[in-house]
């Protein structure tokens, strides 16, 4: 439900409006636009009584939101959301580019990259220290000392670093440690870790799940900002298909239908999507076309040596010609680079 106040309405009328919705079991947000003072209202509907709602003094309009995932949709709030990670701005003009290794290894390989990675023109740093392997038997990343590696790095660089939280037992440490937290596809149906993401202050990169339907990844993004943390950002990592050729399959359509659904910022990360370091450019190209909001990309010095995902990593060659080719198609699509 979206609350519309008159522009008139003063402080005390807000307050009552809110009293009175909480004393109806909901929940009020402040995520409006800015232009005139809204209120985004979640809760059970059937205890929502619009008709008394809008009789209060002060109220201009009271609307339903027709979609399940409220907050997050565009009914709620038409204008883009920009994410704030750090300095860097995501979801604006200027599109994102996230880029480092797949996991943290060594605190060399992470200064230098990150460095190098920095000059090449990316914003933000990545690195998993927790990683979710399919086999129990591979590398499971550097734990705690993978984080400190990566906050390290964002002192000496000045570069805003992202980590995955892989449960609610490891989320405090990650969130202390970067600027921005992954929740990765394994996990966007894990409504614990959700949860807690949404009692974070720090901004949430949620991956959408193999298998997850659009409705199903709005309503895993809908969790973190329910719980009130708005600074939400979609990454579409490519879904499972009986397509043998790549690892997954990136739907390119999601983005214009995240888009056009939500005012979250969308990124794609073509390295998880396709599993092939040879599609990571013509993927990007298309997801920058298609309206994404930037791109997460894994980069290793020795890609053959990476201790995880190392055949989808591209050398720091091969980004200087993605960031190449990326330049001439934002600029084809109005978007800097
Ligand atoms: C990752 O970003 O390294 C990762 C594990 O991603 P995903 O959750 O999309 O598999
Ligand atoms: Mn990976």
């Known amino acids: 439900m979206l609350i519309t106040m008159n522009d008139s309405a003063t402080e005390k009328e807000i307050k009552r409006v809110t009293k009175l919705i909480e004393e109806m079991g909901g929940n009020v947000h402040h995520i409006s636009d800015g232009q ?16 008394e709602i809008s009789q209060m003094p002060g109220v201009k309009n009271v609307n339903n939101i027709g979609k399940p995932y409220k907050l997050g949709s565009r009914e709620m709030k038409a204008k883009n959301t920009i994410v704030k990670v750090g300095n860097v701005e995501i979801g604006g003009k200027a599109l994102v580019m996230i880029a480092g290794s ?6 060399e390989g992470t200064n230098e990259g990150g460095r190098l990675l920095k000059m090449l023109g990316a914003n933000l740093l990545r690195g998993g220290a927790f990683k979710p392997r399919t086999s129990p038997y591979s590398f499971q990343g550097l734990g705690k000392r993978g984080l400190e590696i990566l906050a390290d790095a964002r002192e000496l660089i000045g570069m805003p670093v992202v980590s995955e939280a892989m449960d609610t037992d490891n989320f405090d440490l990650v969130e202390e440690y970067v ?48 719980g009130g943390n708005y600074n939400v950002i979609l990454c579409e990592r490519g879904i499972r298909t009986f397509n043998d050729y790549t690892r997954y399959t ?84 109005g978007r800097s680079l």
């Open 36 to 51: 005139e003072v809204s209120m985004g209202i979640t809760g059970n509907e059937s205890t929502l009584q619009a008709a």
């Open 102 to 107: 797949c996991a943290v290894e060594t605190v």
């Open 179 to 226: 600027d921005l937290i992954q929740i990765g596809a394994r996990n966007m149906q894990n409504y614990s870790l959700l949860k807690r993401a949404g009692k974070s202050s720090k901004p949430i990169l949620l991956k959408r799940g193999i298998s997850a339907t659009i409705n199903e990844f709005l309503l895993a993004a809908e969790y973190i900002m329910a």
């Open 250 to 333: 990136l739907d390119i359509s999601s983005v214009p239908e995240l888009k056009l659904l939500s005012h979250l910022p969308v990124l794609v990360d073509p390295s998880h999507a396709s599993g092939r370091r040879d599609m990571i450019i013509p993927l990007s190209k298309a997801a920058i076309a298609a309206g994404a909001d930037g791109i997460m990309v894994e980069v290793h010095p020795f890609p053959d040596k990476a201790l995880s995902d190392g055949y989808q990593s591209i050398t720091f060659e091969h980004f200087t010609e993605l960031m190449k080719e990326l330049r001439t198609i934002a600029k084809a699509v």
